[in-house]
């Protein structure tokens, strides 16, 4: 079954050093989005993203946060500089559609953890 | 706006009792409404999905969720646990007209021998 492959698994930094977390959606998929979820809290929608263009982000996605499609596999989610209050699970997700309903799905990676000291 | 409750941050369960994991919801739209299971270390996967057809839905490994539109609930239920659903569960609504899916807390699903 295909599956959506997340690098690394889990990542430690010092505050203010920037972070790059991949992801290899599943191969014929066209909608691509990164989630997130704290210790203890809700997983949250951080962005998604389509044709080369982030086409809905969150207010907690913020000018520190950024996403790339370097090449034709990968999808890559950018910390700049960052914040203890960084330190999560960060989940990438694709589908093939776009909206969320009928028979449209998104499937998810394992997560990277990533902690911020 | 959207919305979604676990009422239970935890259930436990003897294996081979029925499993029941509440959901409730709030949406001004038609919602689409999912569960999605985590077992450690590994990513969320879809148990199953409704999406304005039959209200009962089934999924995976034995589990069914019915939509009640009156009491704006989508429980999840399963009539005999087994050890390998000890998981984190998650109720996720959508409305179909973002790309967001809206999660709940989560409910951790223990199983005992």
């Given at each position: 079954e295909p599956e959506v492959t997340q690098t690394p698994s889990h990542q430690v930094t010092q505050m203010g050093q920037e972070v790059i977390l991949r992801c290899v959606p599943i191969s014929n998929h066209l909608y691509f989005y990164w989630y997130r979820q704290i210790l203890g809290q809700k997983v949250e929608f951080l962005v998604s993203f389509y044709n080369n263009e982030i086409s809905e982000k969150s207010e907690?996605?913020?000018?520190?946060f950024s996403v790339e499609r370097p090449d034709g596999s990968n999808f890559t989610l950018k910390i700049r500089s960052t914040k203890l209050e960084d330190s999560a699970m960060y989940f990438c997700a694709s589908s093939p559609?776009?909206?969320?309903?009928?028979a449209n799905v998104l499937t998810f990676g394992a997560g990277s953890r990533l902690t911020v000291l | 706006a959207q919305s979604v409750t676990q009422l239970d941050s935890h259930v436990s369960v003897s294996e081979g009792t029925p499993v029941l994991l509440r959901c409730n919801y709030s949406s001004s739209y038609s919602p689409s409404l999912f569960w999605y299971v985590q077992h450690p270390n590994k990513g969320l996967q879809l148990l199953l999905k409704y999406t304005s057809a039959a209200t009962l839905v089934k999924g995976i490994n034995g589990f069914e969720a019915e939509f009640k539109k009156s009491e704006t609930s989508f429980h999840l239920t399963k009539p005999s646990a087994h050890m390998s659903d000890a998981a984190e569960y998650f109720c996720v609504v959508s409305d179909?007209?973002?790309d967001k899916l809206i999660f709940g807390t989560g409910t951790r699903l223990q199983v005992f021998p």
């Open positions: 907690i996605f913020d000018d520190q559609r776009q909206r969320l309903s009928g | 179909g007209s973002t």
